[in-house]
């Protein structure tokens, strides 16, 4: 089983929707949670960390649940440009420094 | 403040010749790493490195080689390169210290092609 496991779609969503990205983590000691965007061929970019208590950046909402091990990712109002690969990282699994990626999840949004 | 930068961005090799990557950083952020993404595979890591002459093996460090002298360099070198190793690289830099684990800021990639 990986170490962090998301779906990797593609999501094929209109303009305007609601979509919602999960991520599951294996080791209940890790520390740190961050969502980061991956647009085609580029590197990828923090888009937001991910708190205990949830947090919200525009039309954006990350949330984590330590008992059940998963972090989400919430986009309102969907956009053309929101379209990218959203990878879930945690860190801090056993104490290490070593951030594990998932393998992304693919969110294509159309007209 | 140029943060950090990958060269070259685009390389054309034949299989056996070596190659160096180079990264540069200029936050003077502790840790560095390499990283290859393949399709289907996501981010592997390589190598990183915890502080200058620190490093230690990632995922996928065999036919590669690392070396830290300077904080702010992090050069990944691919000793005798095979068709496998065609690949995007991205080297990232986190600024993480006891205790905390901070968000890792990544170069623009260097897309490397093996004949």
């Known amino acids: 089983r990986k170490e962090v496991e998301q779906d990797p779609g593609p999501f094929n969503v209109p303009e305007g929707a609601t979509v919602a990205f999960n991520c599951t983590y294996s080791?209940?000691?890790?520390?740190?949670f961050f969502w980061y965007r991956q647009d085609c061929r580029k590197e990828p970019k923090l888009l937001m960390s991910?708190?205990?208590s949830g947090n919200e950046d525009g039309r954006f909402t990350a949330q984590l649940n330590r008992a059940s091990q998963y972090i989400s990712l919430l986009i309102r109002d969907s956009k053309l440009s929101d379209s990218a690969t959203y990878l879930c990282?945690?860190?801090?699994?056993?104490?290490?420094?070593?951030?594990?990626f998932g393998r992304g999840t693919s969110l294509i949004v159309h007209p | 403040d140029a943060g950090i930068t990958q060269s070259p961005r685009y390389k054309i090799t034949e299989t056996g010749r070596q190659v160096t990557l180079m990264c540069h950083q200029t936050?003077?952020?502790?840790?560095m790493f390499w990283y290859r993404q393949d399709l289907g595979h996501g981010l592997r890591l390589i190598y990183y490195?915890?502080?200058?002459?620190?490093?230690d093996k990632g995922e996928v460090p065999d036919g590669y080689v690392v070396s830290r002298s300077k904080t702010e360099n992090f050069p990944l070198t691919l000793e005798s390169a095979t068709r496998s190793q065609t690949s995007v690289y991205f080297c990232?830099?986190?600024?993480?210290?006891?205790?905390?684990?901070?968000?890792?800021?990544f170069g623009p990639g260097t897309r490397l092609t093996v004949l």
């Open positions: 080791n209940s000691a890790s520390q740190s």
């Open positions: 990232a830099t986190t600024s993480s210290r006891t205790g905390i684990y901070n968000e890792q800021f």
């Open positions: 936050w003077s952020h502790s840790y």
């Open positions: 991910v708190y205990s």
């Open positions: 490195s915890a502080a200058a002459d620190i490093t």
């Open positions: 990282v945690v860190n801090g699994m056993g104490g290490s420094y070593i951030p594990t």
